[in-house]
C-alpha cells in the first residue's frame, strides 16, 4: 500500500517561515515524479512546486523565489521550504506523487498517489 504522509504545517505570522515533510511508503523505486499542491477554502487546487527523477525542480511563479522543493530517495521524503511566506499562501498542503507520469508537472492529472494534507496559515 503506498502512503503519504504531509507535516509540519502550522500557524505563522506573514513573512515567516515553515518547512513541510512527506514522507513515502509502499513504494521502493524512486519516483518518477513528485509534487507540492496547495488548496484555500472555496478555490482550486493549484499546484506549488514540483521535482522530478532527473532532479529537476520547478516552482510556481507566485512562489518563485520563496519557496524550495527537495527530495530525499535514500530516506523517501519530500520537503517543501516556505520562506516569505504570505497571508495568500494559507491553505491545505497536499504531497503527491506520479508512479507513471516522469516529469516534473504542477497538473492534477499527472499524479495518482496523495497525502492527506496539512494546514498551513499565514496571519497578517
Known amino acids: 500500500q503506498v502512503q503519504l504522509v504531509e507535516s509540519g504545517g502550522g500557524s505563522v505570522e506573514a513573512g515567516g517561515s515553515l518547512t513541510l515533510s512527506c514522507t513515502t511508503s509502499?513504494?521502493?523505486?524512486?519516483?518518477?515524479?513528485m509534487a507540492w499542491f496547495r488548496q484555500a477554502p472555496g478555490k482550486e487546487r493549484e499546484g506549488v512546486a514540483c521535482?522530478?527523477?532527473?532532479?529537476?525542480?520547478s516552482v510556481a511563479d507566485s512562489v518563485k523565489g520563496r519557496f524550495t522543493i527537495s527530495q530525499d530517495n535514500a530516506k523517501n521524503t519530500l520537503s517543501l521550504e516556505m520562506n516569505s511566506l504570505k497571508p495568500e499562501g494559507t491553505g491545505t498542503y497536499y504531497c503527491?506523487?506520479?508512479?507513471?507520469?516522469?516529469?516534473?508537472?504542477?497538473?492534477?492529472?499527472?499524479?495518482?498517489?496523495w497525502g492527506q494534507g496539512t494546514q498551513v496559515t499565514v496571519s497578517s
Open positions: 521535482t522530478d527523477h532527473t532532479g529537476r525542480t
Open positions: 509502499g513504494y521502493t523505486e524512486t519516483w518518477p515524479s
Open positions: 503527491a506523487g506520479a508512479t507513471t507520469w516522469r516529469w516534473c508537472s504542477l497538473l492534477l492529472s499527472a499524479f495518482d498517489s
